[in-house]
C-alpha cells in the first residue's frame, strides 16, 4: 500500500510539472494543461488540520517571475493590504488544489481596497482527497490503480515547494491582483497573490516573515524578512516616490 501511495505522489508531481506549458501572468508560475475535470468542494475543517496524520504531496513548479525585491512586487500589485484570516476552505480545478480564504483588511497602502473590506483570496495548495490523487495522475489508465472508498475520504495535503497555506487567524501582508486568467472562481470577484507565495508575508508580532523555499538558490529568492514598521515604511516611500514620477 504504501509503495503504491508512494507511486501515485510521483505521478503527479510529474504531471503537474512536465505539463506545464503556459505562464499565468497573476501568480508567475507555470500551470498545467486543464483536463476539464473537477472534484467536488471540500470544505475545511473547523480545527486545525496541522496535527493530523496526513500524507503531503509536494509539487516543484517553475516560476516564470521571481519577485526577488519590494520594488518588483510593488511594480505588479494591484493591492497592497495587510489583513486576518477569517476561514479558509478547500477545493480542486482542473487538477491543482487551491485554498479559498476570506481576508478582512486591517491596513490598505494603495487605496484600491479599503480598511474593513472582506476580500476572497485564492492561494495554490491545499487538502484534497487521495482519490483525487489518484485520478488527476492518471494512475487508474496507467497502473490500473483504483482509487477505494476510503480514498475518497483520505485527506492529502498538496504544496508547492513546501508552502504552507494560510488558515484562519493568520496575521498577513499580501501584494496581490485581481485575477482572470486562471478563473478558478467563474462568477467571483477574488484576488491571488504575486508568484503564488512569493507576495504572501506573515505578520508575526513586528516581524515580517517570507516562506523561502530549500529549493530555492537565495541568491536569486530572498527571504525579504524585515521588521514591521519598517517595511511599511518603505512600502509607504515606494507609493510617494511612484507618485511623484508619474
Not at 501515485?8 to 506549458?21: D, T
Not at 488540520?49 to 503531503?56: A, H, I, L, S
Not at 483525487?132 to 485527506?155: C, M, Q, R, V, W
Not at 504552507?164 to 496581490?176: A, E, H, R, T, Y
Amino acid at each position: 500500500m504504501k509503495k503504491s501511495v508512494s507511486l501515485i505522489c510521483i505521478l503527479l508531481i510529474s504531471l503537474l510539472i512536465s505539463s506545464a506549458c503556459s505562464s499565468n501572468k497573476a501568480t508567475g508560475i507555470k500551470s498545467s494543461n486543464p483536463s476539464g475535470e473537477n472534484a467536488e468542494d471540500i470544505k475545511a475543517p473547523a480545527e486545525s488540520t496541522d496535527g493530523e496524520n496526513m500524507e503531503t504531496v509536494i509539487s516543484e513548479p517553475d516560476f516564470a517571475v521571481v519577485y526577488d525585491s519590494l520594488e518588483k512586487l510593488m511594480d505588479k500589485a494591484e493591492i497592497i493590504v495587510e489583513g486576518n484570516i477569517m476561514d479558509t476552505s478547500y477545493f480542486d480545478f482542473n487538477t491543482v488544489t487551491y485554498t479559498k480564504a476570506h481576508l478582512k483588511v486591517t491596513k490598505t497602502f494603495n487605496n484600491n481596497v479599503k480598511e474593513g473590506d472582506v476580500i476572497t483570496l485564492v492561494e495554490p495548495g491545499g487538502i484534497t482527497t487521495k482519490a483525487a490523487i489518484i485520478k488527476y495522475s492518471g494512475a487508474s489508465l496507467k497502473f490500473g490503480i483504483k482509487p477505494t472508498e476510503k480514498d475518497k475520504n483520505t485527506k492529502v495535503r498538496f504544496s508547492l515547494m513546501g508552502y504552507q497555506n494560510v488558515k484562519p487567524n493568520d496575521k498577513i501582508l499580501i501584494f496581490g491582483l485581481q485575477d482572470y486568467s486562471l478563473n478558478v472562481l467563474p462568477g467571483e470577484k477574488y484576488y491571488v497573490t504575486l508568484g503564488a507565495f512569493q507576495g504572501k508575508f506573515n505578520l508575526n508580532g513586528n516581524n515580517v516573515e517570507r516562506f523561502t523555499p530549500k529549493s530555492l538558490k537565495t541568491d536569486k529568492y530572498l527571504s525579504l524578512n524585515k521588521n514591521k514598521l519598517k517595511i511599511e515604511q518603505d512600502i509607504k516611500n515606494m507609493i510617494k516616490s511612484k507618485q511623484k514620477t508619474n
